[in-house]
């Protein structure tokens, strides 16, 4: 089978509202600066910036702000054709803090949810190496539901699975229904994306790390878990059947001056999503993964247009 596409990325598209004064809660945020955002959206744009062949599933509203998605995802080489305008849904906007930890944020869902089987025609993800999504877009149906069905069809046409497991209560506040959906996606072996603030939220309390790798390899048998540790950089841990379990922790890429974290995780696993479609080995993959983390970090909204990031992520060996 010739999988001409990279990666399908399905979840939100939205507007970030991003706060313009630093390190201050929403509810001391004067003012706003907008930006395309939305976790599986951003992966798109960075994979497609370095040059990979992307689509985004997902669903705006047919509105200004609809508009102005459009137009940013075709300014980034992001292929539309699976993004579906809905006519009485208006687009999903979050206000986020500025903040170099973990930002606040307030959603505002609308559109995002409205994401049907239908976008996504089953021949396509017979053509796609990697199937893409987050927690925060398993979240609500229609979404869920198509997601989970689209995730057994890119399974059973052999198309490697990868999610960004990017819980909050907010986002998902029925922890049940969270743990269940979440295992059904996992059944598939997806590549798993975390961080500590999403196992803390997810578990309820400050798990240790090999107690988090257990879970996942152990429960929800995945074999691949990347846990991202903030400044202190990243754990992974791969666990194949009848093989020992391998684990690689690196340091973060050093940043001196920390613009802004939003999306940081998105470019880490999306230069690591990059490394992996590549075949390169793991431990380069995580190392072109923290590059991009850094290069985002110096930034503030999406990654900047007059970097030449495809050159800097390479010359990592």
């Known amino acids: 089978m010739n999988r001409d596409i990279d990666i399908i990325c399905v979840g939100e598209v939205l507007i970030d509202f991003i706060g313009h ?22 992966v798109a744009m960075n994979l497609a910036r370095l040059g990979m062949n992307v689509k985004l599933a997902a669903t705006r509203g047919d509105d200004g702000l609809g508009l102005y998605i459009e137009e940013k995802l075709a300014e980034n080489g992001v292929q539309t054709d699976l993004v579906r305008t ?21 959603p505002y869902r609308y559109a995002d949810t409205k994401i049907t089987e239908d976008q996504i025609p089953d021949e396509l993800i017979e053509k796609t190496s990697i199937f893409h999504t987050t927690a925060f877009a398993l979240s609500k149906n229609p979404a869920r539901t198509t997601i989970l069905a689209k995730a057994k069809k890119a399974f059973e046409a052999g198309c490697t ?40 939220r997810l578990f309820g309390e ?20 990347c846990l991202t540790l903030g400044s202190d950089g990243v754990k992974l841990s ?10 690689i922790e690196l340091p973060a890429a050093r940043v001196e001056n920390i613009l802004d974290a939003t999306g940081a995780g998105d470019a880490f696993w999306s230069g690591f999503l990059f490394a992996y479609i590549k075949e390169y080995e ?36």
């Open 21 to 42: 004064q630093k390190e201050v809660r929403i509810d001391q945020t004067r003012d706003y600066h907008r930006y395309l955002g939305g976790s599986p959206t951003n």
């Open 86 to 106: 809905d006519a009485v849904n208006p687009t999903s906007v979050i206000f986020v803090s500025k903040t170099t930890g973990t930002p606040d944020f307030i």
């Open 161 to 200: 699975l990868s999610i960004d497991l990017n819980y909050s209560p907010r986002i998902f506040p029925k922890k049940e229904k969270a743990m269940e959906t979440f295992r059904k996606y996992c059944s598939y072996n997806p590549l798993v994306k975390i961080s500590e603030d999403d196992m803390e």
């Open 206 to 225: 400050r798990k240790s790390h090999d107690e988090i790798f257990d879970f996942f390899h152990n429960d929800f048998g995945v074999e691949l878990v």
């Open 238 to 247: 791969r666990k194949r059947k009848k093989e020992s379990q391998e684990i």
């Open 282 to 317: 793991v431990e380069r993959c995580l190392k072109i993964a923290l590059s991009l983390a850094a290069i985002k970090l110096q930034h503030v909204g999406r990654l900047p247009q007059n970097v030449d990031i495809l050159t800097q992520l390479l010359d990592f060996k």
